[in-house]
């Protein structure tokens, strides 16, 4: 059997256990460079970025590598779309939502306020319009998409003082992924800020931030946010599945082969679904250490999160009314999550909320 043969019978799982590599070696080598909004010491958001880089190499046999480079070290963490509209990299791994000062439809490819949970995102993505929607939208800064992992609903963040009511957050100086969240809030008297995740522990330890949201326990403990804010809050209603994502220069990736075209594609979802599945598998012994150093675990009054719940719809309403566009894909989202919502009453939630009264 030759290795195209076995390749088509294996499967990606089985290519990578025998160290058998697709048959490139009459191809030219290919080298790009990755640059990630992330800093190296989150291993499991910069973790698919390396991930994805182990499993090109390994496809290829090492006639395709892409170097890796964290936040600040090629460009910074904010600057990849420039980058890549400009040909500067070949790729780059970020939250589209920080790009939302660019156009706030960015959100729609990383997490809107109340929005899809990460099963529904990526079957909204891969087989709903998700995808086609948003790439042609990404054509305009010369980006193709594809997930690089979930981090699944995110926590409410971390607080210097205790919101009891809607009235607390009035003011509140808050570190924030970036768009939609940031408008919604805004309605609510939060005054929002985006900045890089290195830089939140300084500006929380000195008083210039009251608030940070970031991910969840395993990156927050990381991060050093309990030793500045002691309430921890839950859920984090703006990132019900917040979708990371590896943005390719458009030319880059038609000047590929279609070999290594298929190579790209695979190494990506083998990369989404170890981030994903790396986050399910730590954030529950993170949080049970940030509990017991002695974190306040506090879940959002309702209050709070149907305060929330109004401005948000309030921010897409007007949103809409400027930009047909961001009403396509809004409203496509809406449509694929009312019948997302409507199976998962009758099965995961409706299981959930009985194995998580059970003692087992």
Known sequence: MD?????ANAGIAGVLAAGVAPAVHAQTA?????ASSFPKSLPTIFGSAEKFAETVKALSGGRFEVSLHAAGELVPAFGVVDALQNSTIEMAQTAPYYFTGKDSI???GCAVPFGLTARHMDAWMEHGNGRKLMDEF???????SMSAGNTGTQMGGWYRKEIKTVADLKGLKMRMGGGLFGESMAKLGVVAQNM???EVYQALEKGTLDATEFVGPYDDEKLGFNKVAPFYYYPGWWEGGAELAFFINKKAF?????ENKAIVRAAGAVAARDMTAKYDAENPAALKRLVASGTKLVAFPKAVMDAGFRTAMEVFAEHEAKSAEFK???QDMRAFQRDQILWSRFSEWRYDSYISTAKI
């Open 196 to 198: 890089p995740a290195g």
């Open 106 to 108: 960015f959100a729609f």
């Open 30 to 34: 290919v080298r790009w460079r990755l």
């Open 138 to 144: 990404y054509a305009k800064f010369n980006i193709v």
């Open 254 to 258: 038609d000047a590929l082969s279609a």
């Open 328 to 330: 396509k894909i809004h």
């Open 3 to 7: 290795r195209r043969s076995l390749i």
